[in-house]
């Protein structure tokens, strides 16, 4: 991945959005930048290294599409199909996900804290070094998955299946938990006391 | 103007170590047909990791040594007889080689990246972050939401100390790329590193 370049706007240090010279904050066509931001993920089979915070997605496929260091911070994804799709070096932080299909993917280094997944299906994927802390997760299957070294810190969980999965070296400590299933896991491998934070 | 730093990222089973290569972009001229690169706890050298630097053409210039614990520099020895590399650390003898020492505070420009030195002490005496543009290599001192850890209740208190005084009291969002586990942002760590929060 790749450090982006800053925001052209005098004393701001946030990342210039892909395809602008500014962040989104200081984009004047927010609109566009978001209309384009979506078709180019529907055009392309590999995304790299681009800035794409803020985007607005629903009701489609990017289904076995790679994406390698693409910052998607603060996007909001209802009914995507990410079905079989590879995505390593990936931001997602403070974004939400809700009735997507993430089955089958494979993840690697992605960060997810501070977003919220709702209803969705991570079932049968790897997502190896997942950053989930402090995420909202409810209704949603990890069941058949190998979290290895994934965090779950001060997540909160409702309804999630961890069912089958491969748990070690996760931490869930600080985490709340509800109707949340393990089954069949190495759960003993995992971290769940705020002692074993550090 | 900023420098463009593409980072590579490899992890290896055995001491969990994450390990970095840094290279500038675009490419400089110093190294015709490979591109000078930094290598960041190289934690152990294996074939997957020779794979990646020759793959990408990366010529190791220097080493940056997080702290002088063995899942970080275990691999040095097999590094060094590859690749003329100067290392650097806060120790000044790292599995028996001489190091470039550095002290909190330093700035330094290698392989076209300018980098700033940040002592952390807690984890370890020599615990250092390198901060690279909008990046901050943290070794043991902080990770996905958690602190390093300690020997005690003392360095605890150090360690949280001088990661509130000097991490994070920088400004904006870096991404954290830390020694061990998942990748994070400062952001994130301030409000969900449940060390950070219950200290």
């Keep these: 991945m790749i450090l982006f370049p800053h925001c052209t706007q005098e004393g701001c240090e946030s990342f210039a959005v892909y395809g602008r010279n500014t962040c989104l904050l200081h984009t004047t066509d927010q609109h566009a930048y978001k209309d384009e931001g979506s078709l180019l993920l529907e055009g392309q089979r590999k995304a790299e290294n681009m800035n794409l915070p803020g985007l607005k997605l629903s009701h489609s496929s990017l289904a076995e599409r790679e994406f ?3 910052r998607f911070s603060g996007m909001d994804a209802e009914k995507i199909s990410f079905r079989d799709c590879k995505f ?3 931001f997602f932080e403070n974004s939400r996900f809700t009735s997507c299909d993430l089955k089958g993917t494979s993840m690697q280094y992605c960060v997810f804290a501070g977003s919220s997944l709702t209803d969705c299906d991570f079932s049968s994927t790897d997502i190896l070094h997942g950053n989930f802390n402090g995420t909202l997760i409810a209704k ?13 810190i001060n997540a909160v969980m409702e309804d999630v299946s961890f069912v089958d999965c491969n748990l070690r070296k996760v931490n869930f400590a600080n985490s709340s938990r509800t109707g949340v299933n393990f089954k069949y896991s190495n759960f003993e491998e995992a971290y769940f006391n705020p002692e074993s934070v550090s | 103007m900023k420098q463009i730093v593409n980072i590579e990222v490899h992890f290896s089973v055995i001491g969990f170590c994450n390990c970095y290569i840094l290279s500038a972009l675009p490419e400089t001229d110093e190294s015709p047909g490979r591109k000078p690169a930094i290598v960041i706890d190289p934690g152990i050298f294996d074939e997957s990791l020779l794979t990646l630097i020759e793959g990408n053409r990366y010529d190791v210039k220097q080493v940056l040594v997080t702290h002088n614990h063995e899942a970080h520099v275990r691999g040095l020895k097999t590094l060094k007889k590859i690749y003329d ?5 806060r120790a000044s003898l790292v599995e028996g080689f001489r190091t470039q020492v550095l002290r909190g505070g330093d700035e330094l420009v290698l392989s076209g990246i300018p980098l700033s030195v940040i002592e952390i002490p807690g984890h370890s005496e020599d615990s250092l972050v390198f901060r690279v543009e909008d990046a901050l290599f943290t070794g043991d001192t902080i990770g996905a939401g958690r602190v390093g850890s300690t020997k005690g209740i003392a360095e605890r208190s150090l360690l949280i100390g001088k990661l509130n005084e000097r991490i994070f009291s920088i400004p904006g969002n870096p991404f954290i790329f830390p020694g061990h586990g998942p990748l994070s942002t400062l952001e994130a760590e301030r409000r969900f590193n449940a060390d950070i929060l219950l200290s």
């Design chain 1, 140 to 152: 949603c299957s990890f069941q058949n998955s190998d979290l290895y070294f994934s965090h779950f």
């Design chain 1, 88 to 90: 390593r070096l990936c």
């Design chain 2, 85 to 89: 590399a100067e290392i650097y650390a």
């Design chain 1, 68 to 70: 390698i260091g693409v």
